[in-house]
């Protein structure tokens, strides 16, 4: 084989090397969710099926978590006023954590007419992971308050997760332990134990490895040509 041809191949086997690593990085995965929601309200229960969607955008050491009602839930018997309607809702935590994130919204900014199913507006709220892995993200409990009075609409076809985050604790932490919970306001492993990897950590270790390799091609490339030139000098 050349000269020419062998410093092609070893530059692009270190190139694929590099891109590989780039490709086996962890994503978030999200799906909308059909949830089928059963509603206590003041003058009975009534139910409602709207699709839910989660995702999650980082800010600083965790997450802006957002959850959208594609279809509205429950009614009301008289018109809400501007400004009357209030809304929160829990996510159930799972996978690599446990507990509920509670999320929160604005009032609504137009009126209700009477007997019309309420749109919920987008709901968010901050998770900062207290501990490594894969955690899911599911719709649990929404609340709505209007008028003085408390509606609640909880699943009852146990959906599937909506968001599906590959997260990393601030302080490295490791598997959860029993019993923990997390929330708008969760902090850091405070604990003593060894942080584990999660699966970040890998793909952090393999992105240093395949930048090494693309830094030994670099060299060897540099080393061959240098090799090349002193021979043809003392032709």
């Known amino acids: 084989m050349s000269y020419q041809k062998r410093t092609a191949a070893f530059t692009s086997a270190a190139a694929l090397a590099g891109a590989a690593v780039l490709l086996a990085a962890p994503t978030a995965r999200a799906e909308v969710v059909d949830v089928d929601y059963a509603c ?19 800010s600083g050491d965790g997450y802006k978590i957002t959850m959208s009602w594609q279809k509205g839930v429950s009614s009301s018997p008289v018109e809400l006023g501007k400004g009357a309607m209030s809304p929160s809702a829990t996510i159930q935590l799972g996978g690599a954590d446990s507990g509920t994130l509670t999320v929160t919204g604005p009032a609504n900014d137009a009126a209700i007419p009477a007997n019309t199913p309420i749109k919920i507006s987008d709901l968010s709220g901050t998770y900062t992971p207290e501990k ?14 209007a008028l003085g009075t408390t509606t609640t609409c909880s699943p009852t076809n146990d959906p599937a997760p909506s968001l599906t985050l590959d997260v990393t604790a601030a302080g490295g932490g490791g598997a959860p332990q029993s019993g923990s919970a997390s929330g708008s306001d969760s902090g850091t492993d405070s604990g003593t134990q060894l942080p584990q990897t999660g699966p970040e950590d890998s793909a952090i270790a393999l992105a240093t490895l395949g930048g090494t390799v693309l830094l030994v091609g670099a060299a060897g490339t540099l080393w061959l040509t240098r090799r090349n030139q002193a021979a043809r000098a003392r032709r």
Not at 44 to 50: L, M, N
Not at 132 to 145: D, M, N, Q, R, W
């Open 40 to 58: 206590k309200t003041p003058i009975g229960d009534k139910s409602a099926v709207s699709p839910i969607d989660i995702k999650g955008v980082e």
């Open 132 to 145: 490594s892995g894969e955690v899911t993200f599911t719709a649990a409990t929404l609340t709505i308050k």
